[in-house]
């Protein structure tokens, strides 16, 4: 008996020393056993010179690519967790679309949450993702994130990418639009067509976008000659049902603004109904601004005037940053932590088609 499992024993060692490992194969063709994963993969990030030796010398040596038996190894789960505050959002829709299209590419399941600004959720996703060994994370960080939290998990070796919202001194890459210079941009065009009173509706006050914002409201009236502090400010709005409950407000002002810079698209097309139900049109009797170029904003009526900050352009490049990240962990190398800022522009449309000259004399809109 003792001779019997002693020879078994030898015929399965045997066996094991025979079978070519991605580690020989990596050797053998002089590139790192990460490139070989990826190349056998059909990664876009290995050039397909590259893929097509790897699968030819893999062929050869009659390699058979385990994928269960790689994620124990490298601990690559292929699956990348996508946090945001608002999945119900387009412009958030437009976001994960390219992201998830750019990460199905790559072989890389999306998992994704809807935190609504609750740190409490952020962190159990996140401890959900650590428990099944994601290869990374993309966040648009919860109202509450501290630089520390990230930080940690940066160390624990997950990659980490930020998207939509900064978090200082976070030791992660993100991939943003210019909030400040999209809102100046817009509250310079209706300074342009006459405007004086300028209400700046919505925007979470503890994130960067909303005080991003906010500024460049400010700096686009200081710089005309407008006190900040004399127009109406209202923080904290973020939804649709938020804008349509402000019309009322609005019209019991006195004065009453002949304009209003929107946080965002949600709050200006609920804000349209609203002034709509009370007998007022958007671009007729009150110049409404939107923010994000959401889905609906050419296709409404009235259009919705609004800054473009470049959705798909940050979900593509998120994409391209966090696989970058997983590469660079794969092959234990330095990853770069950049900083990707998307350009906005301005998109005219029907509800500022009208200028007000009842404001005063429009002053020229300054190119960025």
């Keep these: ?30 590139v790192s056993t990460a490139t070989i994963s990826l190349a056998l993969r059909d990664s876009p990030l290995v050039a397909q010179a590259t893929r097509e030796r790897v699968k030819e010398a893999a062929t050869e040596a009659g390699y058979i690519y385990n994928r269960s038996a790689a994620a124990l190894r490298t601990a690559r789960s292929n699956v990348v967790g996508v946090a945001v505050h608002d999945i119900l959002n387009p412009y958030f829709a437009s976001i994960f679309r390219a992201l998830e299209d750019a990460l199905g590419e790559n072989d890389q399941i999306v998992f ?20 099944h060994r994601a290869d990374g ?14 930080n940690r998990l940066v160390e624990a070796g997950l990659p980490v990418t930020l998207i939509c919202r900064d978090v200082e001194g976070a030791r992660a890459p993100v991939v943003r639009g210019d909030d400040r210079k999209g809102t100046r941009m817009a509250v310079r065009h209706l300074i342009a067509m006459g405007h004086r009173r300028i209400a700046f509706l919505g925007g979470r006050r503890q994130t960067s976008t909303g005080r991003d914002r906010l500024e460049g409201w400010r700096d686009a009236l200081a710089e005309a000659g407008v006190d900040p502090l004399s127009q109406l400010d209202v923080p904290e709005l973020m939804t649709r049902e ?15 603004p002949s304009a209003v810079m929107c946080f965002n698209d949600m709050i200006a097309r609920g804000l349209v109904e609203g002034l709509r139900r009370h007998g007022l049109e958007a671009g007729r009797d009150i110049a409404v601004v939107g923010y994000d170029d ?35 962990r794969d092959e234990e190398t330095a990853p770069a932590m950049e900083r990707t800022i998307i350009a906005p522009h301005l998109v005219a449309r029907e509800s500022t088609a009208h200028a007000c000259p009842a404001d005063g004399d429009g002053i020229e809109n300054e190119e960025e």
Excluded at 5 to 26: C, F, I, Q, S, V
Excluded at 117 to 127: L, T
Excluded at 295 to 304: I, K, N, Q
């Design 137 to 150: 994370v993309v966040l648009c960080p919860s109202v509450g994130t501290q630089a520390d939290e990230i």
């Design 242 to 256: 938020d804008g349509f409950a402000m019309a009322p407000v609005l019209m019991q002002r006195a004065p009453r």
């Design 1 to 30: 008996m003792r001779a019997r499992a002693e020879r078994a024993r030898e015929h399965r060692n045997g066996r094991r020393k025979r079978r070519l490992t991605l580690a020989n194969l990596a050797e053998r063709l002089g």
């Design 112 to 131: 994704i949450c809807n935190h609504q600004d609750d740190i409490g959720r952020q962190r159990s996703f996140v401890q959900s993702l650590l428990q």
């Design 294 to 328: 959401a889905l609906d904003a050419a296709t409404s009526t009235p259009s919705l005037t609004t800054v473009n900050s470049g959705g798909p352009q940050i979900g593509e490049r998120a994409a391209e940053v966090i696989l970058s990240l997983i590469a660079a």
